[in-house]
Nanobody, 122 residues
Framework: QVQLVESGGGLVQPGGSLRLSCAAS????????MGWYRQAPGAQRELVATITSGDNRNYADSVKGRFTISRDSAKNSVYLQMDSLKPEDTAVYFC????????????????WGQGTQVTVSS
């Protein structure tokens, strides 16, 4: 079994910064694409940013130039540095990871974290 645990959410004023962290643990042989998604009240879950094992990054247009995704593959961890935060960034942020199981039968599966609340308000 694989678990993803996020941390780093909270309340911040507009223009402020937060750094989210996500660590994957359990029966992991390796990980490929990891990413962050968010879901605001009454809205669908949307992609924020992803990063592949080769460090190719993809960002939603709404966060380009403000958010930076990074990873530490040795720790099976992914991070999201969020700067110049806006009220519209308020949402629950979820970590996602594509993981190869270390147990047999080996297979790739996608896992989600439980989410961490980010609130941008004055």
């Amino acid at each position: 079994q694989v678990q993803l645990v996020e941390s780093g959410g909270g309340l911040v004023q507009p223009g402020g910064s937060l750094r989210l962290s996500c660590a994957a643990s359990g029966s992991i042989a390796s990980s490929d694409t990891m990413g962050w998604y968010r879901q605001a009240p009454g809205a669908q879950r949307e992609l924020v940013a992803t990063i592949t094992s080769g460090d190719n990054r993809n960002y939603a247009d709404s966060v380009k130039g403000r958010f930076t995704i990074s990873r530490d593959s040795a720790k099976n961890s992914v991070y999201l540095q969020m700067d110049s935060l806006k009220p519209e960034d308020t949402a629950v942020y979820f970590c996602n990871a594509l993981v190869l199981s270390s147990r047999l039968p080996r297979r790739w599966s996608a896992y989600w974290g439980q989410g961490t609340q980010v609130t941008v308000s004055s």
